[in-house]
């Protein structure tokens, strides 16, 4: 590894100062499931979360193609 040239923002800074902030977006995307929610749509996770549409829809992604949550057509 080497030293970063440039100092990193917004994002990349949150990114950089806590390493596992993916993992913790997506158990922030699994909690936001209630135990009387048969389904949640992105734009329902957005709300409940917080989080960017387009950061939604890549950890939902990425959680149903290992299982954790299931697409319902």
């Known amino acids: 590894m080497r030293k970063r040239a440039l100092p ?25 499931f209630a135990a009387n929610d048969a389904t949640l749509g992105n734009q329902q996770l957005i709300e409940r979360t917080g989080l960017p549409k387009a950061t939604v829809s890549r950890l939902t992604a990425t959680l149903v193609s290992l299982g954790y949550l299931h697409h319902d057509t």
């Open 8 to 32: 990193v923002q917004g994002a990349e800074a949150v990114e950089a100062s806590n390493p596992a902030a993916s993992l913790t977006r997506g158990l922030d995307i699994l909690r936001a």
